[in-house]
């Protein structure tokens, strides 16, 4: 039976890409690389120095590894200020609606993202208080396709990882559900989250009587 919810959070409870987008492309422009968002759209879901690794690959640049953490570093600072604009208004549609219905059904629910700001947004939110279990960069080694931060969810959550849905908007988010055993909600083009359990355009359409609905059999 299906008793728990984990959540990545870009992209799923709020956008905050374009930010990432423009904290990128302004240290990029200041180290002199191309970068687009075609590039962009390969940091889906990956960390911040595997980020920058593709970026420096892109522009067939190597650094020192102390250079690389300065950078991305730099990156983080940029992107940290740019979080002060997210208000409560800043949910993706059907995200709070959705946060609140598994609230009053009782399912347990934990945030699993690659973001070491997690907190910080979830604050700007007012997001904190549906969340059971806050799981990000900060909480394993390794990131997604790894399943470990969906593991790490399920285990703060006491519950095993077939009782938990997991939405993911990235690629590598889906592989790391299925790579731990989780049934995956994709959000997104068929193209980048088609190998999900179920798939949905947007959060809008996945509520959780569509997903009660497509695991019938758990619920």
Known sequence: MIKGFIFDLD??????????????KALADEMGWNFDREVNEKL??????????????????????KEVVELATKKNEIYVASLNQITPEDYLPGARELLTHLRQEGF??????????????????????????IGD?????KSKP????????????????????V??????????????GFHA??????????????????MKQATLFEVKSHFKDLF
């Not at 992209?11 to 990128?24: K, R, S």
């Not at 980020?51 to 190597?62: E, F, P, R």
């Not at 997104?188 to 989250?193: D, Q």
Request: glycine share 10%; aromatic share 6%; charged share 25%.
């Open 108 to 133: 347990k629910v934990a945030l699993g993202s690659a973001s070491k700001n997690s907190t910080k947004v979830l604050a700007q939110l007012d997001a904190t208080k549906y969340f059971d279990v």
């Open 167 to 180: 939405y993911e908007d990235a690629e590598s988010g889906v592989d790391a559900a299925k790579a731990g």
């Open 44 to 65: 889906r879901g990956v960390s911040r120095l595997d980020s920058i690794g593709i970026i420096m690959d892109h522009n067939a640049v190597n650094l020192p590894e």
């Open 185 to 202: 909600v994709g959000i997104g083009p068929k193209e980048r989250v088609g190998h999900a359990d179920v798939r949905f355009d947007d």
């Open 137 to 141: 960069g900060n909480s394993v080694s």
């Open 11 to 24: 992209g799923v409870i709020t956008d905050t890409a374009e930010l990432h987008f423009l904290a990128w």
């Open 146 to 165: 790894a399943p470990d931060i969906f593991l790490f969810g399920a285990e703060k959550l006491e519950l095993k990882p077939e009782e938990c849905v």
